[in-house]
C-alpha cells in the first residue's frame, strides 16, 4: 500500500508560506528599519551632504565605515561632514584614521589641505568714482556716496568686493558675475529657500572650494522679506554659506537712494538713482560690457526673482526665474560670503 502524502505537502506548504510571510515583512520594512548595504549608506551620506544636514551625515558615513573600515569614501564623506559642522579637528582625526586604514591618496590630498594653513586674505583698496547726477538730485546725507572706495581680497581662486567687516569676519560679494545660470529650474512659484540657485550655490560651489578654505566660509542664517512693492512672500529665513543678496541688501551695501523703501517714483518697476553705476557688473575675464546680475528676492509674482540690469538699476518686478524661450532664464551669478578672518 503507497503511504500517503498529504504530510508531506503539508509540510512543504508551510515552509512556502512562513518563506512568503519572511518576504513580504522584509519588502515592507522601511529601509530606515533595517540595515542598509555600503552603497545605499554612501548615497544616503552625500544626499545630506547636499541638503546640508551634515549631522545626519555623520551618521550615515560613521555607519559606512563599521561595515566597510577600508572604504576611503566613508572617510572622506564623515571628514567633510565634521568640516560642515566647523569641526576641523575631528575632520582631520577622521582623514587621519581614514588614511592609516586605506593608504588612499585622496585622503592624504584633503588630509593635506586641512593642515596646512590658508593664507590670510590679501586686501586691496580700490577707488572708483561713479558719474555724479546733478546737485539737486542729491540729498546732504549721501554726499559721500558719489565717489566711493572700496577694498576687494582674494580668496578661493576668485576677487572679492568687501562689503561690511564685523568682528573677526567680513561679508564679501564676487567683484565680477562668474558664472550664468538659471534661479530656479522650473516655471513655478518658489522662494529662494527651495530655488535650485540655492542648492547649487551651497552644495556644488560650495564644494568646490578647498576643505581649508571652506573651513573659513561661515554658515549664516538669512532674513528673506517679502517685496516690499509687489508683498510678495519672501519665504523662510534659511541658513546659507553662500547666496545672494537680497534687495534690502544691494541698496545696503551699493547706495541708498531711499527709493526702495519710499516708493517707484513713478516707474512701476525699477530703481533707477545716482548709484546705478556702482551696482554695474562684468562677466569675468570679459570687461568690454556689463551684464545683468539675480538677486534672491521675489519679484511681482513667486515665478520672478529681482534682479540687477546691465545698466546698474535694480528691477524690482523681476524676470521669469526659468524660461526656456527666454535669454532671462540664464541670468548672471554674484556669490556673497561671510569669511572669517581668525
Excluded at 563599521?66 to 572617510?75: A, M, S, T, V
Excluded at 590630498?109 to 572708483?128: D, I, Q
Excluded at 560650495?206 to 573651513?215: G, L, Q, T
Excluded at 538699476?313 to 569669511?339: E, K, M, S
Amino acid at each position: 500500500m503507497l503511504k500517503s502524502k498529504k504530510p508531506v505537502f503539508a509540510i512543504i506548504g508551510a515552509v512556502l508560506l512562513i518563506g512568503g510571510i519572511a518576504c513580504v515583512l522584509i519588502l515592507l520594512t522601511p529601509k530606515s528599519e533595517r540595515s542598509l548595504t555600503p552603497q545605499e549608506l554612501l548615497s544616503l551620506g552625500n544626499k545630506y551632504l547636499s541638503e546640508l544636514d551634515y549631522e545626519n551625515a555623520v551618521v550615515a558615513f560613521s555607519k559606512l565605515i563599521e561595515i566597510e573600515p577600508r572604504n576611503p569614501q566613508g572617510y572622506i564623506g564623515l571628514a567633510e561632514a565634521y568640516t560642515g559642522l566647523g569641526n576641523i579637528d575631528k575632520a582631520i582625526e577622521i582623514l587621519e584614521q581614514g588614511l592609516e586604514a586605506t593608504g588612499d591618496d585622496e585622503i592624504r590630498r584633503l588630509l593635506s589641505e586641512l593642515l596646512t594653513p590658508a593664507p590670510e586674505p590679501e586686501v586691496t583698496t580700490v577707488v572708483t568714482t561713479t558719474a555724479a547726477p546733478p546737485e539737486p538730485m542729491l540729498e546732504p546725507e549721501l554726499q559721500d556716496m558719489r565717489e566711493r572706495d572700496y577694498e576687494i581680497t582674494e580668496f578661493g581662486g576668485y576677487t572679492w568686493r568687501i562689503l561690511e567687516r564685523q568682528s573677526g569676519r567680513m561679508l564679501v560679494i564676487s567683484e565680477d558675475i562668474l558664472e550664468e545660470r538659471a534661479y530656479h529650474n522650473s516655471s513655478t512659484n518658489v522662494t529662494w529657500a527651495d530655488s535650485d540657485m540655492r542648492a547649487y550655490l551651497n552644495g556644488e560651489f560650495y564644494n568646490s572650494f578647498s576643505a581649508s578654505d571652506r573651513a573659513k566660509i561661515i554658515q549664516v542664517t538669512n532674513k528673506n522679506s517679502d517685496n516690499q512693492w509687489f508683498e510678495t512672500l519672501g519665504g523662510v529665513d534659511t541658513n546659507d554659506y553662500i547666496f545672494l543678496l537680497s534687495l534690502e541688501e544691494v541698496v545696503k551695501y551699493f547706495g541708498n537712494s531711499g527709493r526702495l523703501d519710499s516708493g517707484s517714483y513713478g516707474n512701476p518697476w525699477l530703481i533707477n538713482d545716482e548709484y546705478n553705476e556702482n551696482r554695474k557688473a562684468y562677466m569675468e575675464n570679459n570687461s568690454t560690457y556689463p551684464s545683468w546680475w539675480w538677486l534672491r528676492s521675489p519679484g511681482e509674482y513667486n515665478r520672478f526673482a529681482t534682479y540687477v540690469h546691465s545698466d546698474g538699476t535694480v528691477d524690482v518686478g523681476g524676470v521669469w526665474q526659468d524660461d526656456i524661450d527666454n535669454f532671462y532664464d540664464y541670468g548672471g551669478v554674484r556669490p556673497a560670503l561671510w569669511l572669517s578672518l581668525e
